[in-house]
Each structure stands twice: as structure tokens, then as C-alpha cells.
């Protein structure tokens, strides 16, 4: 098990305490109710968040995408994107990425239950040339990919240039390959602006939540899939939960590259 400070709240458990998970640490569980007093939308957003990755994913392997690699995994929860991909098509590899050593050491276990190849990087988001190198060990990028930035680059400023982090992976990616991303919105709810500083205040971390117009600038020159960039619970909903779904200040969207 990697050295960790439990004292200090990480987005990964944070999100896995807002999923109903368990394991996270007291400094996890207080930032989340923090920013869950912030707003009320954010374990919606979250859970729905969730089940738009199982809607994105089912939609890649329909339109024949065998090989994913998802960067913030975060902890294992029920709907894993290798789990939605594996139960579609066996042979789907999957290359998970992140940096918190509780979502390593479960990562190490879920390795073992899979019935494609699947593999895990221990990466920041910003270390692509890592991320790419590592997985290209599993993954065949002269052949098209789904990569999933779910619910990770608010975790990424400005200055630390998300744009690029989104330039570098799907210039590696070949023609036909996905981007599955969501992103915190700024402009959903009017609460948003509280939120952001509290969960910032929190983790001890930048957290910057963005509008429709910032995060549509994230898949330009990409070809939109329908609905486009919309409220998560809005993408193709095929549950009564998200079509009764209170607002979830989470924007969402699946692009192609042409």
C-alpha cells in the first residue's frame, strides 16, 4: 500500500463518499459535506455523472470502439467503464489512470477480475506523455479509442492549461476515436460560485468549475454527438431518474474526432 495522509481530503474519496462509497477518511467525508452544504445539487450531479458514463460508453462500444483509456478514474464503483465495456464486448481493454494510492491499491484488485485486458497508470491527468507511453502497453492508438475525462479537469486550472491536457491525448488518439467528458458548470445553478470555493477551501486544491462556452472549448474541432454539450442528466437519458432528475450543475458531452 503507497504512503498516503488520510488527514488530507483527496477528490478521489471525496467523490467515492458523494457515490455512497466507503472508502474515504474523516478529512474526505468533511470536505464532501462542506461542499454538499454549498449546494445541494452535487450528489445528484455526481450519481448522475455516473450513469452518463455508462450511457457514453454503451454508445463507443455500439459504434465500435474495443479500447478505453480513462484518466481520474477515481475509486471503483458499480458501472466502471470496464465493466459497461466488458459486458458489451469481452475483448474491450481499458487503461485506467490516476494519482491517489487508495484508488492504486483498489486498482490492483480489479485487475484480476476482468475479462479483456486491463491495466492501471499511477499518473496526474497533466502527465499525458506518461499516460500515453504507459498505455500504449495495452492500448493500440493506430486504432480508434474512447478516452474519458469524467469529472476531472475542474481539478485542473488554468494555468495549468486543460486545453492542452485535451490537445495532447486526442492528437495521440487516431481518427474515430471518442472524448466522453464532463465537467462542473458554473453557470447551472446560483450556488456554483459557493460551491467552487468551498470544495477549493477544502481539498486545499484548485477546483475551477466552467460554463457551456468554456467547456464546449474543450472538444472544438471535434464532431459533437446529439444532444451536445448538455446538463448530464440531458444526454440521452434512458432512465426515469435522469428524466426526473433535479438540476445537477454538471455539463456533459461525448465529440468524435473526424
Not at 461542499?35 to 450519481?47: K, N, Q, S
Amino acid at each position: 500500500m503507497p504512503d498516503f495522509d488520510s488527514g488530507v481530503p483527496h477528490i478521489a474519496r471525496i467523490y467515492d463518499y458523494w457515490l455512497g462509497g466507503k472508502d474515504n477518511f474523516a478529512a474526505d467525508r468533511e470536505a464532501a459535506e462542506l461542499a454538499m452544504a454549498a449546494t445541494p445539487t452535487i450528489v445528484p450531479g455526481v450519481r448522475a455523472n455516473r450513469r452518463f458514463l455508462g450511457r457514453a460508453v454503451r454508445y463507443m462500444t455500439e459504434a465500435g470502439i474495443r479500447q478505453f483509456l480513462d484518466i481520474g478514474t477515481g475509486i471503483p464503483a458499480t458501472g466502471n467503464t470496464h465493466e459497461v465495456a466488458q459486458s458489451a464486448a469481452a475483448e474491450c481493454r481499458v487503461v485506467y489512470a490516476d494519482n491517489d494510492p487508495i484508488v492504486l491499491s483498489h486498482a490492483r484488485a480489479l485487475l484480476t477480475s476482468t475479462t479483456g485486458p486491463t491495466a492501471y497508470i499511477d499518473a496526474d491527468a497533466r502527465d499525458t506523455a506518461t499516460i500515453l507511453a504507459e498505455a500504449a502497453r495495452t492500448l493500440d492508438f493506430s486504432q480508434p479509442v474512447g478516452v474519458m475525462l469524467i469529472a476531472i479537469l475542474h481539478c485542473i486550472p488554468d494555468s495549468d492549461d486543460p486545453g492542452g491536457i485535451v490537445t495532447s491525448l486526442l492528437g495521440a488518439a487516431a481518427p474515430g476515436s471518442f472524448l466522453a467528458l464532463t465537467h462542473p458548470a458554473r453557470d447551472q445553478v446560483a450556488v456554483a460560485v459557493k460551491a467552487e470555493t468551498s470544495l477549493t477551501k477544502s481539498i486545499g486544491q484548485k477546483v475551477t468549475f466552467r460554463t457551456r462556452d468554456q467547456v464546449s472549448q474543450f472538444v472544438a474541432g471535434l464532431d459533437l454527438v446529439e444532444p451536445g454539450v448538455v446538463p448530464v442528466q440531458e444526454w440521452r437519458p434512458d432512465s426515469i431518474r435522469d428524466i426526473n432528475s433535479p438540476p445537477t450543475a454538471m455539463w456533459g458531452c461525448l465529440a468524435r474526432k473526424p
